[in-house]
């Protein structure tokens, strides 16, 4: 089992930059792949972009594609969203999610998620 802890969120300008950090615990962080992603109020969760257990692999959504970057590192037990560039439409609450089997794009493939960071982006 793994916990996990989102921090980083906050208020910015569009085109400000922020990076967030979901800190896991526990020894086994390196066997899961991982995922961000966001929730708008009154819309659905939607993905983000997703990392495999190595951090050799990314994938990213069409809408943050060129901006942000996602990142891990396996030593800290730390999973990373560096965003850039942001735009009023990335306001959201920023979850990372951990999955055994897989690094996809479906939030219902993930096993554990943490509480969630609030991202806000002024125009």
């Known amino acids: 089992q793994v916990q996990l802890v989102e921090s980083g969120g906050g208020l910015v300008q569009a085109g400000d930059s922020l990076r967030l950090s979901c800190a896991a615990s526990g020894r086994t962080f390196r066997r899961y792949g991982m995922g961000w992603f966001r929730q708008a109020l009154g819309k659905e969760r939607e993905f983000v972009a997703a990392i495999n257990w190595g951090g050799t692999s990314t994938v990213y959504a069409d809408s943050v594609k060129g901006r942000f970057t996602i990142s891990r590192d396996n030593a800290k037990n730390t999973l990373y969203l560096q965003m850039n560039s942001l735009k009023p439409e990335d306001t959201a609450v920023y979850y990372c999610?951990?999955?055994?089997?897989?690094?996809?794009?479906?939030?219902?493939?993930?096993?554990?998620w943490g509480q969630g960071t609030q991202v806000t982006v002024s125009s």
């Open positions: 999610a951990a999955d055994l089997a897989g690094w996809g794009m479906l939030h219902y493939e993930y096993d554990y």
